[in-house]
């Protein structure tokens, strides 16, 4: 009986430390396109080729849950001077799967939409439209600009891995006890040092001025000449 929990106690252990790794995507790129727009704003476009690796697509699937952020940040440039962050818009989404039916939801501030497949999931994830509202007076010089993004794939978050945490050890919040032969303090220390397995793409668009144009902006690429 020993022997067997040892056994079971490895298990877990390695099943905890697998959760907070090996989710990387070396390879992923994401490309930043800006659009003007028919209102007094930006129309920033993101696509994100491979958002899920196929570590994280194998784990979704089998039913843990995966954060999803995207920040994009309105940057204008200053000649001699570091360049200033003026705007900045973020959009977080949860993934999970619907253990009933097998359908991929997706929740963000404004509700939840399904997703019949993984691969209509990950097309949806890699084309992201995000619209920042602009100043009017942005577009009545000839500032220079450009947008930064990033992309977060978080697998598992700190309130999920506090969950848990609470779930293994039967809902004890107790800081001594053991989960499963794991203990918390080792749990700590995954959490911290790992990242939680997070991955992280950024990327930046070509430098570009703004111009009103009837009620709406134009968005014109030019180089700034140093």
Same mark, same amino acid.
């Given at each position: ?14 099943? !905890?430390? @697998? $959760?907070?790794?090996?989710?990387? =995507?070396?390879?992923?790129? !994401? ?11 930006? *129309?920033?476009? !993101? ?7 196929? *570590? ?5 699937? =089998? ?8 920040? #994009?940040?309105?940057?204008? *440039?200053?000649? @001699?001077?570091?360049?200033? =962050? ?30 019949? +497949? $993984? ?39 700190? *309130? ?19 989960? $499963? ?6 749990? +700590?220390?995954?959490?911290? #040092? ?15 001025? #703004? ?16």
């Amino acid at each position: 009986m020993i022997v067997g929990g040892l056994v079971a106690q490895s298990a877990v252990a390695a099943a !905890l430390l @697998g $959760l907070t790794g090996g989710f990387g =995507s070396a390879h992923a790129q !994401l490309t930043v396109d800006v659009r003007g727009s028919d209102s007094l704003g930006i *129309e920033i476009a !993101l696509d994100w080729e491979a958002p899920l690796s196929p *570590e994280v697509r194998e784990r979704l699937e =089998s039913g843990i849950p995966v954060t999803v952020g995207f920040e #994009v940040e309105l940057w204008r *440039e200053r000649s @001699g001077w570091f360049d200033r =962050s003026v705007a900045s818009l973020a959009r977080i989404v949860q993934l999970e799967r619907d253990p009933w039916d097998g359908a991929f939801v997706v929740r963000d501030g404004s509700g939840a939409m399904r997703r019949d +497949s $993984l691969a209509t999931l990950c097309r949806d994830l890699g084309r992201q439209r995000l619209s920042v509202p602009i100043e009017s007076a942005w577009a009545e010089n000839q500032a220079h600009w450009h947008v930064h993004a990033s992309a977060i794939v978080r697998p598992l978050t700190a *309130e999920d891995l506090r969950e848990l945490e609470r779930w293994l050890g039967g809902g004890s919040s107790s800081a001594s006890r053991e989960v $499963l032969g794991v203990p918390r303090t080792l749990l +700590s220390l995954v959490r911290d #040092v790992s990242g939680l397995g997070a991955t992280v793409v950024e990327s930046r668009s070509l430098s570009f001025r #703004v111009s009103r144009l009837g009620e709406g902006v134009v968005v014109e690429f030019a180089p700034r000449a140093d």
